[in-house]
Structures are given as C-alpha cells and as structure tokens.
C-alpha cells in the first residue's frame, strides 16, 4: 500500500500552490471598493421619518347657494398626537390625508391640508389639532362624497429627515 502519493500531479499542485497575487490584489480591492460604497451611499440617502395617525374629517359643504370658497373652508381633520410628534407636524408643510371610500375596499382619497389649529392643553401626553384641507382636496372630497358630517382616515406626515446611516447607528 502506497500512502505517500500524492493526489494531483506536479504541475496541478504548482497551480493550487502559487495562486497569482492579482487575484488577492483585485479580490481584496473589489470587496473594499464595495463596503466604501455601502457606507458613502448610506450616508448621502435621506430618509423621513413617517408619522401615520387616526384622524377624524368633519364637515358638510353648505347648500348649492354658497360659493366653492365657503364649501371648501367647510372640510377639517380633527386629532390627537404626542407632545413628542408636535414639532415634526409643525414643520411638516403638507400633510396628507387618506380617507377610505368603503370600509370594505382598500380604496382611499388621498388629500392634502395644512395645519390649522393646535388645541393648547395636554390631556395625557396628547395634544389636540386641526387641519385644513387644501381648494383642490376640498374639491376632490365634495365631487366624492358630497355629504358628510365625519369619517375616519389616517393622517400622514414626515418629519424628522435623516440619513439612512444615522437610523442603521440608533
């Protein structure tokens, strides 16, 4: 019984013993050249952050006699949030409002407003505010559902706008 034959000929076990060194240059570059560009990229992308909270629209626009200005000053989203989330709101030039057409479908109105409104006193870390829908949303909100006195939707707003490095430390 022969133990010490080798399993590759001599020519096959040069090449397996002497990879080229290009290869751990190229190889070695290629994976640092990768993680750089992870790290630059994650530091240059912007994320806000996304706030999404129960609201409550009320109103009904008045009769066919009264102007469009008068109806669309008719439409207000009520609603609490934390004392925390007031600065993101206040900041937040647009908010959206997403209201859905049938509690069955997963159909929405999406409409925008601006705040109107904060409700001084603090009820339990809560802070009661108003939003006021914008002409065209009031417009799209009559032309869909032409008579309401409240329905609930989700109000959505960004604050808070930091790189995707900064949320990947915290």
């Known amino acids: 019984m022969i133990v010490d034959r080798p399993h590759f000929s001599a020519e096959i076990n040069e090449i397996i013993g002497n990879p080229p060194h290009w290869v751990h240059r190229v190889g070695g570059t290629f ?3 990768i993680i ?7 530091a ?24 469009f200005v008068q109806k669309a000053s008719g439409f207000l989203v009520k609603g609490v ?5 007031l600065e993101g709101l206040k900041k937040a030039a647009v908010v959206q409002v997403e209201i859905p057409l049938d509690n069955s479908s997963q159909d929405k109105i999406s409409l925008k407003g601006r705040l109107l409104d904060i ?3 603090i009820k339990n870390g809560k802070i009661a505010y108003t939003v006021k829908l914008d002409k065209k949303s009031a417009d799209l909100l009559t032309g869909k559902l032409p008579e309401i006195e409240s329905i ?19």
């Open 31 to 33: 994976l640092l050249l």
């Open 44 to 67: 240059l992308i912007v994320i806000p952050k996304q706030h999404i909270l129960p609201v409550i629209l009320y109103g009904q626009p008045a009769g066919k006699d009264i102007d």
């Open 81 to 85: 949030l934390d004392a925390g989330q």
């Open 152 to 170: 609930g939707g989700t109000l959505i707003f960004e604050s808070e706008k930091r790189t995707l490095l900064q949320s990947l430390i915290e």
């Open 36 to 42: 750089i560009g992870f790290v630059t990229s994650s």
């Open 119 to 121: 409700i001084p006193p």
